[in-house]
């Protein structure tokens, strides 16, 4: 069996794993077909520039048997343009030499592939007088077990800081991969370190700090070829914003007044389930994605909830639908389409699509296209835009370059004089990003400023204005994954 690949093909990164774990190692365990035909796996590296980075790639998908097609000779043998390319060679009529049964640009599958090879009956001489490239130490004649075990750790962290403002967050995480069954369990910590203020002759200035702390556990199985369900359970303590926490902070220093004076010290924590079912239709070039999710929130009263403010409600329920799929248009451009519907309590539906799409314009370099829009009646619409470049330097390094925009009218929820609602906001985000790509582990460090302008409100809010001034800030972010 011959798998072309190059190391700048997205989806070749996707099946040249699954090509060495289900059908080498699988029929080496087997000690051949069901016919007792031994079966010879042989990955074709289609790209000569960057050798460095082909050699990361055959290290990291973990191919034992590889040979260079630089001129493209044994690729044009099949008339083939694009890649993955998967053919399956009958090799035991000697007579006859090498004989195709099977060819696809693109992936159907390991089950598709096991049928096939195991239609073969002949004699099981294979004939083949391929040089193999040197891909690391040889396997041959040591069986392995065809269930695929993976651990993989990670953790990262990001701060966003202005003058009076420091905003952190930090995720840990680990998962398990056993064959079709994958776990992962997660711990995230954000800080909020705000320096508030108000022209309100009733709130004195101060310095005041919050945390929120979130647990998730996830969890997917693959059901059968191409159909998986996922699942997942989370839950928080802490306030889900600065903003929520600014406000409450705010409502509690003022609650003598006789307006406020039943205003809660509260707890705010909540839940998260979601499940999912996904089908690649495509193995490994296209999926459709279907899922639900239940949010409760147990917030302050006047605590905004999703850019929105709530006033009167201490607990918020939530459900979410969602539709994705992405697919594989050719070797060098994929696309992935969102669509969300979310009904929150005591608020009309709100609507969500995002656009993302990724383009290799040459060899070593990746356009990355984000775009998205978001509707929720009577006067709620948000969209946002972005762009990333990447180059690759060598072996190991991408550096990339970013640019994001995003927009909303801001909400209203009441028709007081003075309103604690969010006025609109156009965010700005620009910056330059690294990343280190290892053999089993991999580090991203990225940095830019990050600007917040709010539109002037409809309603005046002069008490919250601190809260609502636009500031210049600082984005910093970096990730460490290893995978054991």
């Not at 997205?10 to 699988?26: D, F, G, M, N, T």
């Not at 995230?188 to 709130?203: C, H, K, N, V, Y």
């Not at 200035?205 to 702390?213: G, I, L, Y």
Request: aromatic share 12%; net charge negative; charged share 25%.
């Amino acid at each position: 069996m011959l798998d072309f690949f190059a190391y700048w093909c997205a989806p070749c990164l996707r099946v040249s794993p699954l090509i060495e774990k289900e059908i080498a190692e699988y029929y080496l365990e087997q000690n051949g077909n069901k016919y007792g035909i031994p079966v010879d796996v042989v990955a074709v590296n289609v790209e000569a520039s960057n050798p460095k980075r082909t050699d990361l790639f055959i290290r990291r998908t973990g191919l034992k048997k590889v040979i260079d097609d630089f001129d493209g000779t044994l690729l044009s043998e099949f008339r083939a343009e694009s890649i993955p390319l998967l053919v399956v060679l009958d090799g035991t009529h000697s007579d006859a030499g090498l004989k195709v049964v099977y060819q696809k640009a693109g992936f159907e599958g390991t089950s598709q592939l096991r049928a096939v090879i195991d239609s073969i009956t002949g004699s099981s001489e294979i004939v083949t007088n391929i040089p193999v490239r040197s891909a690391g130490p040889s396997e041959s004649g040591i069986k392995t077990s065809a269930i695929s075990v993976e651990r993989k750790s990670e953790v990262s962290g990001e701060a966003l800081i202005s003058d009076d403002y420091q905003l952190t967050q930090w995720d840990l995480s680990y998962g398990h991969t056993y064959g079709k069954t994958k776990w992962d369990f997660g711990l995230g910590l954000q800080t909020f370190a705000l320096e508030m203020r108000s022209p309100d002759p009733f709130f004195t200035p101060v310095q005041t700090h919050a945390e929120r702390v979130l647990t998730q556990i996830r969890f997917s199985r693959e059901l059968n070829e191409g159909i998986t369900l996922k699942g997942q359970f989370g839950y928080y303590e802490g306030f889900q914003s600065h903003r929520a926490f600014w406000l409450h902070e705010y409502y509690q220093q003022i609650g003598d007044l006789p307006f406020f004076e039943d205003y809660p010290n509260i707890d705010p924590r909540g839940i998260q389930l979601a499940a999912q079912v996904r089908w690649e239709y495509l193995p490994a070039s296209g999926y459709l994605e279907a899922g639900y999710g239940f949010f409760r929130d147990r917030i302050a009263p006047s605590a905004e909830f999703g850019r929105t403010t709530i006033l009167g409600l201490d607990r918020i329920d939530a459900h979410m639908f969602r539709l994705a799929s992405e697919n594989v248009i050719n070797a060098r451009m994929r696309s992935l389409l969102e669509l969300r519907l979310t009904d929150t309590s005591e608020r009309q539906l709100r609507w969500s699509a995002q656009e993302s799409l990724n383009i290799a314009l040459r060899e070593q370099t990746v356009l990355r296209a984000q775009a998205g829009w978001t509707k929720e009646n009577p006067s709620f619409d948000a969209w946002f835009a972005g762009l990333t470049l990447e180059q690759d330097l060598g072996a190991s390094w991408i550096i990339s370059l970013f640019a994001r925009h995003y927009h909303d009218t801001g909400e209203i929820q009441n028709s007081l004089t003075s309103s604690n609602a969010p006025p609109g906001l156009d965010t700005y985000h620009a910056g330059l990003g690294v990343r280190w790509l290892g053999e089993r582990s991999s580090l991203r460090l990225s940095a830019g400023p990050y600007w917040t302008r709010y539109q002037d409100a409809e309603v005046e809010a002069p008490f919250f204005e601190d809260l609502y001034q636009s500031r210049n800030w600082g984005l910093f972010q970096a990730a460490f994954d290893m995978t054991f």
